[in-house]
Antibody, heavy 123, light 111 residues
Framework: QVRLQEWGAGLLKPSETLSLTCSVY????????WNWIRQPPGKGLEWIGE???????NYNPSIESRATISVDKSKNQFSVKLKSVTAADTAVYYC?????????????????WGQGTRVTVSS | QSVLTQPPSVSGAPGQRVTISCTGS?????????VHWYQQFPGRAPKLLVY???SRPSGVPDRFSGSRSGTSASLAITGLQTEDEADYYC???????????FGVGTKVTVL
């Protein structure tokens, strides 16, 4: 059974860089894409980006200029950095495994998810 | 504003059937891209409920069923139970935005 666990700094000041890591326990790390998704307080879900075990990435165009996703396959971990954060980046950040029908990106869903980690941006 | 539109809330009595709609456009659901559904309880991570528009992961009760037609999709809950009170999100891919997109979420209340 695959389990994901996120961790990182939970309180940031505006203009700082958000940095989170997700560890993957169990299952194959190299067969999937690995995702970051966030949820602002009381709001819906927003996909940030994904990586595979080779470091190939895709990003949400709305956040691509500030986000960097990297992978450490030796540790079955992947990370996200988001620079120049503002209060609008305050959210619960989830990591999740991407599963695809026929290996096609357009048919991707997320399962399982990590428990989430809360990040607050405040001066 | 999400590209996938869901009603903010739906409600029903125990045992009843409720449906949650997810309306998209020609660049997502209408492009024949699958819709996936997630259930989220307060303070918890989302959990996959339906994938590939109609398939259920093992362990998900068959009270939950998904469908897709044209530019819309639906999640039906039959035999509504009190433990079904949660937020439900649809998700697909949008080719115009080149990103995975979520609906705004629907809160299900059991009366």
């Amino acid at each position: 059974q695959v389990r994901l666990q996120e961790w990182g700094a939970g309180l940031l000041k505006p203009s700082e860089t958000l940095s989170l890591t997700c560890s993957v326990y169990g299952g194959s790390f190299s067969s999937y894409f690995w995702n970051w998704i966030r949820q602002p307080p009381g709001k819906g879900l927003e996909w940030i980006g994904e990586t595979d075990h080779t470091g190939s990435t895709n990003y949400n165009p709305s956040i691509e200029s500030r986000a960097t996703i990297s992978v450490d396959k030796s540790k079955n971990q992947f990370s996200v950095k988001l620079k120049s954060v503002t209060a609008a980046d305050t959210a619960v950040y989830y990591c999740a495994r991407g599963r695809r029908l026929w290996g096609v990106r357009m048919y991707n869903w997320f399962d399982p998810w990590g428990q989430g980690t809360r990040v607050t941006v405040s001066s | 504003q999400s590209v996938l539109t869901q009603p903010p809330s739906v409600s029903g009595a125990p045992g009843q059937r409720v449906t949650i709609s997810c309306t998209g456009s020609s660049s997502n659901i209408g492009a024949n891209y699958d819709v996936h559904w997630y259930q989220q309880f307060p303070g918890r991570a989302p959990k996959l409920l339906v994938y590939g528009s109609t398939s259920r992961p093992s362990g998900v009760p068959d009270r939950f069923s998904g469908s897709r037609s044209g530019t819309s999709a639906s999640l039906a809950i039959t035999g509504l139970q009190t433990e079904d009170e949660a937020d439900y999100y649809c998700q697909s891919f949008d080719s115009s935005l080149s990103t995975y997109v979520f609906g705004v979420g629907t809160k299900v209340t059991v009366l």
